[in-house]
């Protein structure tokens, strides 16, 4: 996170969020005010959040990562509008994706163009994430996957590793990093796309499937940006 976040956490009288989310930042906290809530709340949380600003109260609602991507930004906004209080002040804080945290442990792997794509179909309905891949792939895209694997759905990321074998090489570079930058708990594995769904995958993994220039330096994944050197 910024430093902008942590003097946000300092001004704010309350915390609202997910609870594994607010048990990551509690280190950080002294006398603020938490509403911790349960997955897939986060209408309930939003609401409560707003709720309490429009009272006149500090308010931080907390995502992992960025916000903005995959986070809570999009329904905040989507809430007040709903609530007629678009105009209510409101910051929206970037922080650290999981695919840029993911590629900081891994060298160098989205030096070049990038998708990022979430397996979870509980939003998407899995006919639009396959034809994302499909086409991404077949675009020489290099991926950022989120979401990869479950106990719901645990072939979906089977099926997108056999769909980006019809354009790129069986050796194609792909990076497993489980916890990005999360200390201790952090793990990194470099592997090829014809072999990375043998090695553990879950939910808190970011899968990085390289594109048809990304290659191993040393103990580095690397998309070639394309200078002359």
Not at 1 to 15: C, D, G, H, P, Y
Not at 102 to 127: K, N, Q, R
Not at 208 to 224: A, D, H, L
Request: charged fraction near 20%.
């Amino acid at each position: 996170m910024t430093a902008r976040v942590q003097s946000v956490l300092n001004e704010v009288k309350f915390i609202v969020g997910y609870k594994t989310y607010i048990n990551l930042i509690r280190p950080f906290l002294t006398h603020q005010e938490i509403v911790a809530t349960g997955m897939r709340q986060e209408i309930d949380r939003c609401r409560e959040a707003i709720r309490l600003a429009a009272e006149g109260h500090k308010v931080a609602i907390v995502s992992s990562g960025d916000a903005g991507v995959y986070g809570m930004a999009g329904i905040i906004i989507e809430c007040l509008e709903q609530e007629g209080l678009i105009n209510l002040p409101l910051e929206i804080i970037p922080g650290v994706t999981a695919a840029s945290a993911s590629a900081s442990m891994l060298g160098a792997p989205l030096m070049h163009d990038f998708a990022v794509i979430s397996l979870s179909d509980l939003l998407t309905p899995w006919e639009v994430i396959e034809k994302r891949v499909r086409l991404a792939a077949e675009a020489d895209f290099i991926f950022a996957i989120y979401n990869p694997k479950s106990n719901g759905r645990p072939q979906h990321i089977e099926t997108v590793r056999k769909m980006v074998l019809d354009f790129r090489s069986p050796d194609t570079p792909v990076g497993l990093v489980r916890e990005a930058l999360r200390g201790e708990e952090s793990s990194v594995q470099i592997t090829t796309l014809e072999d990375f769904t043998n090695h553990p995958i879950d939910m808190l993994t970011t899968v990085i499937i390289g594109n048809s220039q990304t290659r191993i330096v040393g103990p580095y994944m690397v998309t070639p940006r394309g200078y002359k050197l």
